[in-house]
């Protein structure tokens, strides 16, 4: 092969990642060698570049763009009205809110779907819908996130999303490049716009499953959506990444809140920084720094973990 051939082939693998515009693939490309990795790299830290791509992949004829909002719309109507359908003869009607599905409505887009609603699947899909709260999606999200995640307008094409989703999700794979566009054009997501699919669900799920008007999260929710979420974490051992967290120091946090926290609500920084420290810390704990800027929780869990390894022999961890 040619050398003009070569670069040709690697600029449309480039292209195939990134969707890059033919221009900001060329410049990229050059700077770095024509070397695939770090020029991929390069474009998920290029701003501009990837707010070109974004206006070009999400540019539709209008026909198509108004048949696949239509499709998006009628699949939004049919869950909508599951919460009507569902109501006994001799029970009052449930008020159908014409621009909101609810909890009813999401349990018959799960079963739609196949998919059940404690499948960590559905923690980066409500991300994508922006689910406000837990079983709830407003129209225009429903409509634009489906149309992001490869124009699902069908349940057959939302099926396949979904597969795909599961593993950008374990593998920590950049966002959709309209949704990096939508987060960097907003100035309270702006810095943390080039996190991981992963990452960026961990953080909204903190505000997905806390009660409406509480500003913590209660603790009984926390531990049933971490017990969902960190299984799926690249920090996870057994994962595609080179995690080393266990289920058996999962076990161990989980006793520690209930036991020895009063069931204190988890505050957001605990809940952000958790994470981090699960990339950090090694199997017996003695690895933790007291000195670094840790929730005061999570030292006094470190203290307590030490003492308590054995506290986990014989639970069912599975």
């Known amino acids: 092969m040619s050398s003009a051939a070569k670069k040709e082939a690697i600029l449309r693998q480039f292209r195939q990642l990134t969707n890059a515009t033919p221009q900001d693939a060329h410049r990229i490309l050059k700077a770095h060698g024509y070397r695939i990795e770090p020029a991929t790299d390069a474009f998920f830290n290029d701003e501009q570049a990837q707010i070109n791509a974004s206006a070009s992949s999400s540019t539709l004829d209008k026909k198509t763009e108004r048949e696949v909002k239509e499709r998006l719309n009628a699949l939004f ?6 919460a009507a359908d569902d109501t006994d003869e001799d029970d009052e009607p449930t008020p159908v809110e014409p621009d909101t599905i609810g909890i009813a409505g999401a349990l018959k887009m799960c079963e739609a779907l196949e998919v059940s609603p404690e499948d960590v699947v559905f923690l980066p899909l409500s991300f994508y819908l922006k689910s406000p709260s837990i079983g709830t999606f407003t129209r225009t999200d ?3 996130g489906w149309k992001m995640l490869d124009l699902s307008d069908t349940v057959e094409k939302q099926k396949a999303t979904l597969e795909k989703l599961r593993q950008e999700l374990l593998q920590n794979k950049p966002l959709r490049l309209e ?20 990452e960026k669900t961990y953080d909204y799920t903190y505000g997905f499953a806390r009660r409406e008007g509480q500003k913590s999260l209660a603790l009984e929710n926390a531990l049933a959506f971490w017990d969902l979420i960190l299984p799926a974490s ?12 266990t289920r058996t120091q999962l076990e161990l946090w989980k006793k ?3 036991d020895q926290t009063g069931g204190r609500a988890v505050s957001k920084d605990t809940w952000t920084q958790f994470l981090d420290f699960t990339k950090e810390i090694n199997g ?22 030490k003492d308590n390894l054995h506290a986990v022999d014989g639970m069912d961890t599975s």
């Open 284 to 305: 017996d704990f003695s690895n933790h720094d007291f000195d670094a800027a840790w929730p005061s929780v999570i030292d006094d869990f470190v203290l307590w973990a």
């Open 77 to 82: 109507d049919r869950f909508r009205d599951a």
């Open 256 to 258: 520690f809140l209930q």
């Open 142 to 144: 429903y409509v634009n």
């Open 179 to 198: 949704r990096i566009a939508e987060e960097k054009s907003n100035p309270a997501t702006a810095s943390s716009a080039n996190k991981g699919l992963y």
């Open 234 to 245: 690249p920090t996870f051992e057994g994962n595609e990444g080179e995690g080393s967290f």
